[in-house]
Nanobody
Framework: QVQLVESGGGLVQAGASLRLSCAAS????????VGWFRQAPGKEREFVAA????????HYEDSVKGRFTISRDAYKNTVYLRLTSLKPEDTAVYYC????????????????????????WGQGTQVTVSS
């Protein structure tokens, strides 16, 4: 089992930056993909970004490209999401996710962006951007 614990959310003004952290316990990441989804009030949950832990390949949702950066620290078994140039429409609960690719029948090098491809979910951290 993998437990994911997010931190770093908060209330900021438009244009500000935040860094979200997701620390994993129970198992170290290996042949995994780790990433972030978000859910805004009244909207469906959507993919934000993910990284293939082994290759370092990343994948971003179009609206966050150039503003958000996902990174990983293998020593700390932690993944980060740097959010810059924040907009009110970025307001959401941000969820850390992880999956063991082989268990989902996925190739080792992929970076999935579907909810169904992720087995482990954190509790979420709130990001609120005021205008």
């Amino acid at each position: 089992q993998v437990q994911l614990v997010e931190s770093g959310g908060g209330l900021v003004q438009a244009g500000a930056s935040l860094r979200l952290s997701c620390a994993a316990s129970g198992r170290t990441f290996g042949a995994d993909a780790v990433g972030w989804f978000r859910q805004a009030p009244g909207k469906e949950r959507e993919f934000v970004a993910a990284v293939n832990w082994g290759t370092g390949n990343t994948h971003y949702e179009d609206s966050v490209k150039g503003r958000f950066t996902i990174s990983r620290d293998a020593y700390k078994n932690t993944v980060y999401l740097r959010l810059t140039s924040l907009k009110p429409e970025d307001t959401a609960v941000y969820y850390c996710v992880a999956t063991h690719l082989a268990h989902k029948g996925l190739r080792v090098g992929v970076v999935p962006d579907s909810e169904d491809d992720y087995d482990y979910w954190g509790q979420g951290t709130q990001v609120t951007v005021s205008s």
